[in-house]
């Protein structure tokens, strides 16, 4: 899993009017909250909080805070960005703060590997889960969970309970919930003989 840095400002002052004040300042207002610890209010720069997140992990990103006194060199995870509607722009983040010796539940894309014999033949792959809800030490977060789909043929589909997960991680899914399949019917061998 990518670790990356970020460099945040603690606040005393919230509400409404301090978090658009701070948006017009061109920050982000966020929070960072765990267990054992008091929420603290912090504003980060959007190309910080860009950078912390890019990547594959996305937001599974584990992030040094820096410059944020007591919060300093404190490993957090992005656990919500709130965006504008429209533009899509954050407009508040949580971040999530994390022991590395207890594990953490995380949301974790899925990657198809190949393409499935079934499509070849003309079915259509069905593309039920594009992330899976697991539980691991924040050290072992996957950036993806890998599924090979070449063998996959019409009518099959790979269920949470035949993927291998990486050594330390759990799935928290239905075992027998469908992740890929290939829908639609088998083409006749031969036409048939009017």
Do not use: W
Request: one cysteine or more; a negative charge.
């Amino acid at each position: 899993m990518q670790q990356t840095q970020m460099k945040i400002e603690t606040r005393t002052s919230t509400g409404k009017g301090i978090s658009r004040k701070l948006r017009a300042a061109g920050r982000i207002p966020g929070i960072v909250y765990g267990r054992g610890m008091e929420p603290v209010p912090v504003s980060v720069e959007p190309k910080q909080l860009q950078t912390a997140i890019a990547g594959e992990g996305g937001i599974n990103n584990l992030i040094t805070l820096q410059g944020g006194g007591d919060l300093d060199n404190v490993v957090v995870i992005v656990a919500d960005i709130q965006r504008d509607s429209i533009k899509r722009t954050p407009e508040h983040v949580d971040l999530h703060r994390v022991n590395m010796n207890e594990k953490v539940r995380v949301n974790v894309p899925v990657s198809l590997v190949g393409t499935a014999t079934g499509v070849k033949e003309g079915g259509l792959l069905d593309f039920a889960h594009h992330s899976l809800h697991i539980e691991c030490l924040p050290g072992e977060i996957p950036e993806h969970i890998e599924i090979n789909i070449v063998d996959l043929k019409i009518g099959h589909a790979i269920h949470v309970e035949e993927i291998t997960f990486p050594a330390g991680v759990k799935c928290l899914e239905n075992p027998k919930a469908s992740v890929v399949g290939v829908l639609g019917k088998a083409r006749d061998e031969a036409p048939a003989e009017a």
